[in-house]
């Protein structure tokens, strides 16, 4: 007899599978074949799992640590970025200053020659002056004066320029209704200069305008 509670097939006959056992630990169960594995086969994939799982640990451990090895060295690669550029920065300063320095020790040395030439210098013009100038004396005086000028030294001071108590140094005055402001009426000795510095102002006879 059958129960009405029995459930059938959609021809009316009883289902052949009703009744038949369902698995449901999936772990027990082969996804390839659907068959139940046997202990052994079990066993193997059980370890399969462990394995996979323990290798998935492994692989995500490992790439933690890579990320935090990658970060460190990001690091490492900034600072070494950054003292870089300091030394870089240090380095172009030196740079700058070594050659400041450069710049001012050849122009102290030129000024310490000239300085000592000036007395030299003197004579020539005195020479010059009383027409004692001439032959080798000439020409070595001539070389001397060229070699001063390329290095930067200049002659200055002429009879009729303006005085200039900066680089004029005034030895004698005198009164002239000639003239409307101090000016030079004659040069005793000539200045000599380089471009940014006064060696030795030129001494000279002033006339000022009459009061």
């Known amino acids: 007899m059958t129960s009405e509670n029995t459930p059938s097939s959609g021809s009316g ?14 772990r027990r169960i082969d996804p390839e074949t659907g068959q139940v594995r046997t ?18 640990t492994v692989v995500l451990e490992g790439l933690v640590e890579a990320q935090r090895i990658a970060a460190e060295r990001l690091e490492e690669l ?44 003197d004579d020539i013009e ?24 390329r290095l930067g030294i200049q002659q200055y001071g002429e009879a009729g320029e303006t ?12 009164h002239s209704a000639d003239v409307t402001e101090p000016t030079v009426q004659m040069v005793l000795q000539h200045g000599y200069r380089t471009a940014d510095r006064v060696l030795r102002a030129a001494r000279v006879a002033v006339v000022d305008p009459e009061a």
């Open 78 to 121: 900034q600072r070494s970025q950054a003292a870089y550029y300091n030394l870089e920065q240090q380095y172009s300063s030196y740079v700058k200053r070594a050659k400041a320095d450069q710049v001012a020790a050849h122009d102290r040395g030129v000024a310490s020659l000239a300085e000592a030439l000036i007395p030299v210098l």
């Open 39 to 56: 202990p052994e086969e079990q066993v193997l994939a059980d370890a399969e799992s462990i394995a996979a799982n323990a290798e998935e």
């Open 13 to 26: 006959q009883p289902d052949p599978d009703e009744g038949a056992p369902r698995f449901v630990d999936k």
């Open 163 to 174: 005085f200039d108590p900066a680089v004029h140094e005034a030895l004698m005055h005198a």
């Open 126 to 149: 005195l020479a010059r002056q009383h027409g004692d100038l001439t032959g080798p004396f000439a020409s070595i005086a001539e070389k001397l004066q060229a070699t001063l000028s």
